[in-house]
């Protein structure tokens, strides 16, 4: 997940759809591994 969730937003959305094809975990449960890891942009809605 590390050496291909980097390269750009299209680049990140190739890769979670791959490997949600791949492993069969839903998008969501990916996203959610990648920010785990810490390699998930986090944005702070709050002001």
């Given amino acids: 997940?590390?050496?291909h969730?980097?390269?750009?937003?299209h680049q990140r959305g190739l890769v979670i759809r791959q490997m949600a094809r791949q492993t069969g975990f839903p998008?969501?449960?990916i996203k959610r591994q990648a920010r785990r890891l810490g390699l998930a942009m986090h944005q702070d809605r709050r002001p």
Avoid: I, V
């Fill in 5 to 9: 969730y980097y390269g750009g937003l």
């Fill in 1 to 3: 997940m590390r050496a």
């Fill in 27 to 29: 998008k969501w449960f």
